[in-house]
């Protein structure tokens, strides 16, 4: 199963765009990235998901560049509520399209 | 659309007791999760089902942990006897159809989860 490797924690303040970059050097050519969101005391949430180059949706942007050995999470003006736990998965086909999370980043927004 | 329903939310029990948890899934999705989440930790699978069959259940301590989801719709998961380490907030999700690359098939949604306390 291919891991990934995501910073523990970052700071940023409100209105700022938030960019965490995750590497994931073993990706196989059928596999895809997806971020997951926690808060405290729920389950994680799915943000966005993407193969190659670039997809965006109402919340994030999530950049690939074509050699697929990292990945980046945009957070476009973030505000108090953005703070959480951000899980970078690689999705697997070949194995069921298991989730193997790690520790995840910790996003701290301030004011 | 409801989400994925779970139950008890917390529970506190003395260690060598036993514990049962219940999630409902999203109405219509075929595969079932249960993970284990540790404090400080990202959620680890415990057991993957589809429909009311088991397709992994790999990191499932089968000693004192027992899962099933007999009519392929909700599903329970057991802890008997509890241990001190099994202190954790036990998850459940769901997903609509698994097993193809990419879409939104195979798009996890969580519950809630329910925290577990062994004292």
């Known amino acids: 199963l291919a891991k990934t490797t995501q910073p523990i924690s970052m700071d940023s303040y409100e209105g700022q765009e938030v960019n965490i970059t995750c590497s994931h050097n073993?990706?196989?050519?059928?596999?895809?990235i997806t971020w997951y969101q926690q808060f405290p005391s729920q389950g994680p949430r799915f943000i966005i998901q993407g193969y190659k180059t670039k997809v965006t949706n109402e919340v994030a942007s999530l950049f690939i560049p074509a050699d697929r050995k990292s990945s980046t999470l945009s957070l476009p003006r973030v505000s108090l509520s953005d703070t959480a736990v951000y899980y970078c998965l690689v999705t697997q086909w070949e194995y069921g399209n298991k989730l193997v999370f790690g520790a995840g980043t910790i996003l701290r927004v301030k004011s | 659309e409801a989400g994925v329903a779970q139950s008890p939310r917390y529970k506190i029990i003395e260690k060598r007791q036993s514990v049962a948890f219940w999630c409902n899934p999203i109405?219509?999705?075929?595969?079932l999760y249960w993970y284990q989440q540790i404090l400080g930790q990202g959620p680890k699978l415990l057991i993957q089902?589809?429909?009311?069959?088991?397709?992994?259940d790999s990191q499932l301590p089968k000693d004192r942990f027992s899962a099933e989801r007999l009519k392929g719709v909700d599903s329970t998961l057991k802890i008997q006897p509890a241990k001190l380490e099994d202190s954790a907030v036990y998850l459940c999700?769901?997903?609509?159809?698994?097993?193809?690359?990419?879409?939104?098939?195979?798009?996890?949604?969580f519950g809630p989860g329910t925290r577990l306390t062994v004292l």
């Open positions: 109405s219509g999705h075929a595969t």
């Open positions: 999700a769901s997903s609509l159809n698994p097993g193809t690359s990419g879409g939104e098939g195979d798009t996890q949604y």
């Open positions: 073993n990706i196989a050519t059928n596999d895809y």
């Open positions: 089902f589809q429909n009311n069959g088991v397709v992994d």
